[in-house]
T-cell receptor, first 116, second 111 residues
Framework: DTEVTQTPKHLVMGMTNKKSLKCEQH?????MYWYKQKAKKPPELMFV???????INESVPSRFSPECPNSSLLNLHLHALQPEDSALYLC???????????????FGPGTRLTVL | SQQGEEDPQALSIQEGENATMNCSYK?????LQWYRQNSGRGLVHLIL?????REKHSGRLRVTLDTSKKSSSLLITASRAADTASYFC???????????FGTGTRLTIIP
């Protein structure tokens, strides 16, 4: 199984809502990532989990809260978002989380988030 | 930041022609990767070239790397309509797990 799955595919939420994005992989990868991508722009890294511990937070606002319940699952909890947070949110995983070992990343299809 | 700059930003060619896109980066790398993204979807890894390699092939893809010029190119030969997508180069930062993506090239293949 070389697939990263993400749910939901689409999400519309108001600025006062609380919602969660989910990501799952069963490749035994030990690093998982959240990216945000605006239209016609490259993905921007938000968070990295390595061996289930948060290793990188790219100064993301606290209204985004990541969680890694186990090595296969990654969540992104959303609360009090702003319209400018509307974007495609991508999850990815890689073997070891050590890019010096020339890991490649496997991406999920993304969640299209719209904040009203 | 090692973010790559890619050119052209957009490229339209006829089906069957070759497509070349370029990536320049700022600091030393130990590998450079190319990814494809179909509209509104996730990225798919295409090919990885190590810093000690100059050229690599995978099917219709040919990647070159010139570390002295800090540049890489991706050539897609005999293009097909299904190659229509955005293509990103990406390189890891030394010392951590961060993969930084270039600005991307939007490729359109005209049937």
């Amino acid at each position: 199984d070389t697939e990263v799955t993400q749910t939901p595919k689409h999400l519309v939420m108001g600025m006062t809502n609380k919602k969660s994005l989910k990501c799952e992989q069963h490749m035994g990868h030990r690093a998982m990532y959240w990216y945000k991508q605006k239209a016609k722009k490259p993905p921007e890294l938000m968070f990295v989990y390595s061996y289930e511990k948060l290793s990188i937070n790219e100064s993301v606002p606290s209204r985004f809260s990541p969680e890694c319940p186990n090595s296969s699952l990654l969540n992104l909890h959303l609360h009090a978002l702003q319209p400018e947070d509307s974007a495609l949110y991508l999850c990815a995983s890689s073997t070891s989380g050590t890019l010096l070992r020339t890991d490649t990343q496997y991406f999920g299809p993304g969640t299209r988030l719209t904040v009203l | 930041s090692q973010q790559g700059e890619e050119d052209p930003q957009a490229l339209s060619i006829q089906e069957g022609e070759n497509a070349t896109m370029n990536c320049s980066y700022k600091t030393s790398i130990n590998n450079l990767q190319w990814y494809r993204q179909n509209s509104g979807r996730g990225l798919v890894h295409l090919i990885l070239i190590r810093s000690n390699e100059r050229e690599k092939h995978s099917g219709r893809l040919r990647v070159t790397l010139d570390t002295s010029k800090k540049s890489s190119s991706l050539l897609i030969t005999a293009s097909r309509a299904a190659d229509t997508a955005s293509y990103f180069c990406a390189a890891p930062n030394f010392g951590n797990e961060k993969l930084t993506f270039g600005t991307g090239t939007r490729l359109t293949i005209i049937p």
